[in-house]
């Protein structure tokens, strides 16, 4: 079964399901696939995660519902899956941006999340190169920050994260063998959101005496971490070389998944997604590009 049915698929026993308690490997069975590779894809491909679709289409039936005067507020708070009728007030107001009890009929504006529908559009026909690569274990030296949501989702709060912490990586680019490369690792990733570290790796000597003043000292050692990532097999695939392409990643990474993956063989895996940075500086800005590695196993 091709990826495109086993989405709609999945889509239609989310929708059938949506007032039941949902099981995301159920789910996964209707693509044929395991629930971390489904959700992966579907974060990658559609832009917010299965749990946030799921939320999102509860809390527009449960609107819908409301302003038809479907029933009591506690009622339809049970029936899309909300313990309480507090827990279920505040993920209402917060979607809608009003409260359950002030619905009135067609006089209150609310939000609605459509389901989705797959189109057949032609893609692809055009080379993508890439390369399997199987990866040691290795530490990598770097400090985090947590978003919510899908990984690609949260660019422009990433993008704030590298802007306000120069300093972190000033410290990383002077120990690291290549002061030009900078590593993005995704990790974590859950419903809820994931951890985003910026890295660098060290060579064996720096990063074992990375607290003695020789090096950096306690109080700035602080500011990092220890990341270890174990032996990984990997997808990699490269942008262009231009001067900033980081507006060229998000499209690589969709088109990884939804040109490449799909007869590959291989399905995602769980484990730190790496997207590696080749950051040079004038004269060469035009040199740079983006690997960006994406965990897999045989399908």
Request: with cysteine.
């Amino acid at each position: 079964m091709d990826w495109v049915t086993g989405i709609g698929r999945a889509i239609d026993y989310i929708e059938l399901h949506l007032t039941d308690e949902i099981d995301y490997e159920q789910v996964a069975r209707q693509a044929y696939c395991s629930s971390y590779h489904f959700q992966r894809v579907f974060s990658i491909l559609c832009g917010f995660t299965l749990g946030e679709y799921i939320r999102k289409r509860r809390l527009t039936l449960a609107g819908l519902e409301l302003r038809n005067g479907g029933g009591k507020v506690i009622d339809i708070a049970l029936k899309y899956g909300y313990e309480n009728p507090d827990s279920f007030a505040r993920a209402f107001a917060g979607f809608h941006g009003v409260n359950p009890s002030a619905v009135r009929g067609d006089t209150t504006v609310l939000k609605s999340f459509s389901r989705l529908h797959l189109k057949f559009i032609l893609e692809g026909g055009h080379l993508m190169n890439y390369r399997i690569e199987e990866q040691p274990a290795r530490i990598y030296t770097g400090y985090k920050r947590h978003f919510r949501g899908a990984p690609g989702s949260r660019a422009d709060q990433e993008c704030e994260f590298f802007v306000n912490t120069r300093a972190n990586q000033y410290l990383l680019q002077g120990m690291a063998d290549d002061p030009y490369a900078t590593y993005n690792l995704i990790m974590n990733i859950n419903d809820e959101g994931y951890d985003f570290y910026i890295a660098a790796l060290l060579p064996a000597h720096m990063r074992e005496r990375i607290e003695e003043e020789c090096v950096l000292g306690k109080a700035d050692a602080a500011r990092f971490e220890m990341i270890e990532i174990p032996a990984t097999t990997y997808a990699v695939f490269e942008t262009e070389r231009v001067p900033f392409p980081t507006s060229l990643h998000l499209e690589l990474r969709r088109r990884a998944v939804s040109e490449w993956l799909p007869s590959s063989g291989y399905q995602l895996a769980p484990g730190a997604e790496i997207n590696l940075h080749h950051w040079y500086r004038k004269p060469d800005t035009e040199k740079r590009f983006i690997e960006l590695w994406l965990p897999i196993v045989a399908a």
